[in-house]
């Protein structure tokens, strides 16, 4: 059931994107009026008229994927100087600036609480963590965001709560809810991701499996998400040391301590995640009812049990819909306008 409902949110997500790029916004409107202006200018002056065809196509092209590799660079720079700090708050603002400019987003409320969570548990703060979490109605999210909760407190009960087979379990539950298709697109990063939470929880009991081997494989070797990486790159090193490969496992340890200098949950040994939380210690245990975990179990209030497994089929067709007739909006148009171009040079 998880699978099929996943793949509805997917498609309702899509839809809602592309309602959303070609929904109007002053910047926008402002930049393509811009743009059409010096195009016609360009070409009653003669600038543009050498021009070859397909030259203004790649212009536009490198300028848009331009602009998304710089924003991404950005965005990492950002997290990488937010590491460096002996406290959270400047990575947690990092975070917060980062996906402010991602609000239309579906489920961005998830994804920021999730991002807060796992910047806490880099540096131990499980009760900082757990209120992120408990700031998203989880019932109401379909089951692979749903996943992004659940694995984000499995990472909690791991390295603040030093709960190694409860950590396991959540992040074993994280990875079937997040279940889609092979062909998806973006179903591989899903994958790597649970496979990486997965791989770090079974590397700390000493009996890593094939998949989640290979995700840690992959992920320390991704620099573009650091908080991934460095979980790989630990769950690696434990690996690596229990092969015998003490000298990979070092260069992997010192690749964490040089990017994320004060993760003390990352210095952890196997026996420390698995002995409980230190006395005093912010290991995330209070109110437990409000939990990721918890509030999943207990299921969704009986006023939105018939309402929220069909939200995503319902918000996918509308979203749907909505598209087709804005395209047929603009070809219309484009027929128009063609029709009194061609009128005009007979």
């Known amino acids: 059931m998880s699978k099929r409902d996943n793949h509805w949110y997917l498609l309702e997500a899509t ?24 195009m016609l200018v360009g070409f009653e002056t003669g600038v543009l008229a050498s021009m070859p065809v397909w030259l203004l196509p790649l212009i536009v092209a490198v300028a848009i994927f331009g602009s998304a590799f710089f924003r991404r660079g950005a965005a990492r720079a950002s997290y990488v100087r937010g590491l460096q700090a002996p406290e959270p708050g400047p990575l947690v603002a990092s975070v917060d600036k980062t996906l402010a400019a991602a609000r239309a987003l579906p489920d961005h409320d998830a994804y920021l609480a999730q991002s807060r969570a796992v910047a806490y548990v880099l540096y131990g703060r ?4 757990m209120r992120a979490l408990a700031a998203v109605d989880w019932n109401a ?19 603040c709560r030093r709960d190694a087979a409860r950590a396991l379990e959540l992040c074993r539950q994280a990875r079937a809810l997040a279940s889609v298709s092979g062909v998806v697109p973006g179903a591989s990063q899903t994958a790597r991701y649970h496979g990486v939470c997965v791989g770090v929880c079974e590397a700390v009991a000493g009996s890593i499996t094939t998949d989640p081997r290979k995700a840690l494989e992959e992920a320390a070797a991704e620099v573009k998400y650091p908080s991934l990486q460095l979980f790989a790159c630990f769950g690696l090193a434990l690996v ?9 496992a070092r260069a ?6 040089a990017m994320a200098p004060h993760a003390a949950p990352l210095r952890l040994t196997p026996a420390e995640l698995s002995s409980g939380p230190p006395v005093g210690a912010s290991g995330g245990s209070t109110d437990e009812s409000s939990s990721v ?36 909006v603009l070809i219309i148009a484009f027929l128009v306008v063609w029709s009194f171009m061609s009128a005009g040079k007979r």
């Not at 992997?252 to 301590?257: E, H, M, Q």
């Open 15 to 38: 839809m809602k994107a592309f309602r959303g790029v070609y929904k109007p916004r002053f910047g926008v409107t402002i930049l393509s009026v811009g743009f059409a202006l010096a």
């Open 252 to 257: 992997l340890r010192d690749y964490i301590a």
């Open 141 to 159: 999210k379909a089951p692979i965001i749903q996943a992004i909760g659940v694995s984000a407190e499995g990472l909690v009960a791991l390295f």
């Open 126 to 129: 499980g009760d900082e963590a």
């Open 293 to 328: 975990a918890a509030v999943l179990a207990a299921g969704p209030p009986p006023s939105a049990a018939t309402v929220v497994p069909g939200a995503a089929r319902r918000g996918a067709t509308k979203a749907a819909l909505r598209l087709v007739g804005l395209w047929g």
């Open 240 to 248: 690596r040391e229990q092969e015998g490969n003490q000298a990979g």
